[in-house]
């Protein structure tokens, strides 16, 4: 299932406004109605246009084993299977108290190229 984009988050936060800015009574219920209807539409078009699952694959490298107190370097490969291009946020979760750099990317993948976070 994808994850909404900021774009649909935004668009719904903006819908709650509409009432408040109106003033509510009749108007306000009515462009609440209309906004909701357009709303919807555009979620519903960003829902479609998401990448699936087997859009994006990832392949993870690391050396093994792990050593502690000691760099890990690990490198993601991830190819885009569609036909589209895809932008990818990545993000690693060390453990707290660790010193970690560079956990954190942003990737734009052509479509059906493959990139390499390292």
């Given at each position: 299932m994808p994850i909404p984009s900021t774009r649909a988050i935004w668009l719904a936060a903006l819908g709650?406004?509409?009432?408040?800015?109106?003033?509510?009574?009749?108007?306000?219920?009515?462009?609440?109605?209309?906004?909701?209807?357009?709303?919807?539409?555009?979620?519903?078009?960003?829902?479609w246009r998401a990448p699936d699952g087997p859009d994006l694959q990832a392949e993870r490298t690391l050396r093994e084993p792990l050593t502690a107190f000691a760099a890990n370097p690990v490198s993601l490969r991830l190819r885009?299977?569609?036909?589209?291009?895809?932008?990818?946020?990545?993000?690693?979760?060390?453990?707290?108290?660790?010193?970690a750099r560079g956990h954190r990317r942003a990737l734009t993948l052509p479509g059906g190229a493959e990139g390499v976070a390292a």
């Open positions: 709650l406004a509409w009432p408040l800015l109106l003033g509510g009574g009749p108007i306000g219920l009515s462009a609440l109605a209309a906004w909701d209807g357009v709303a919807l539409l555009l979620l519903v078009l960003d829902w885009a299977a569609s036909g589209r291009p895809l932008r990818v946020l990545l993000a690693d979760a060390p453990p707290p108290g660790f010193a």
